[in-house]
């Protein structure tokens, strides 16, 4: 069972009619402004609106990072050489780790000329290409990333952790959000002398990341690299407005 911890943040505003304007005040445990809508003249309900965030913490599922090769030589044809003879090294380590089946992605590759930076002159030729992978075990990231690099990759970039479910755990804190901001709205009803009426709008924002990025590692600095799996953080807020109802007055 993947464990969660949550954070609910209440916000609320209220609303009502007076000398002909409806006036809604933002309301936050340390207002620094209040924000005031006019509505115009006419018949329009009192409401209360309340909003809620809530973000949920869960374990990364799996990660995803691309692995770049490249090499360099004094002509075009050896550069691609010494490259061939590097990506098969990396193809059969990935094959010892369960990462290279016939679902491998062709892996981009190119060829270009390699130039003095100062002087702009020919130098030789550099042949480079970049495979993304996704692997399950995102706790085994760090011998993983040892093993590629020692196996001839260059670098191991664009690391990112991935939440198993996002799309579900992100329906969960919107139930969750909707709770509070209704349980909020319920208390200011009592507070008003109101009842809570329909739902008159009510939309979601989200806020959090689906995924963790931890950069890139390079060769000759990942010896025994310990990579900690990050908890991906799911965030999303829900606003709504209710309708405030009258008490109906005994004997009515």
């Known amino acids: 069972m993947l464990k969660r911890r949550s954070e609910i943040r209440p916000r609320h505003s209220t609303g009502r009619m007076k000398n002909g304007l409806l006036i809604a005040a933002l309301l936050v445990a340390h207002p620094v402004a209040a924000q005031v809508f006019f509505y115009p003249v006419g018949p329009a309900p009192r409401s209360v609106s309340t909003s809620a965030e809530v973000t949920l913490y869960v374990p990364a599922h799996r990660v995803s990072f691309t692995v770049s090769i490249s090499e360099k030589a004094p002509t075009a044809a050896e550069a691609g050489a010494r490259h061939a003879e590097k990506m098969s090294a990396l193809v059969h380590a990935l094959s010892e780790m369960g990462l290279a089946d016939d679902s491998l992605p062709a892996s981009s590759y190119s060829i270009s000329r390699d130039e003095d930076y100062d002087t702009g002159k020919l130098v030789g030729y550099e042949a480079s290409s970049s495979i993304t992978l996704e692997y399950d075990k995102p706790d085994k990231l760090g011998s993983v990333v040892d093993k590629l690099l020692k196996s001839g990759a260059s670098q191991i970039s664009g690391i990112a952790f991935l939440a198993e479910d996002p799309d579900s755990t992100r329906n969960e804190a919107i139930q969750q959000a909707f709770a509070a901001a209704k349980k909020e709205a319920l208390a200011l009803a009592r507070l008003s002398d109101a009842t ?35 908890q991906v953080k799911i965030s999303t807020t829900v606003s709504a407005r209710w309708e405030l109802k009258s008490p109906v007055a005994d004997g009515e």
């Open 196 to 230: 809570l009426g329909e739902v008159l709008s009510v939309s979601t924002t989200d806020r959090g990341n689906r995924k963790i990025s931890a950069g890139t590692i390079s060769s000759g600095r990942a010896e025994g690299a310990f990579i900690p799996v990050p």
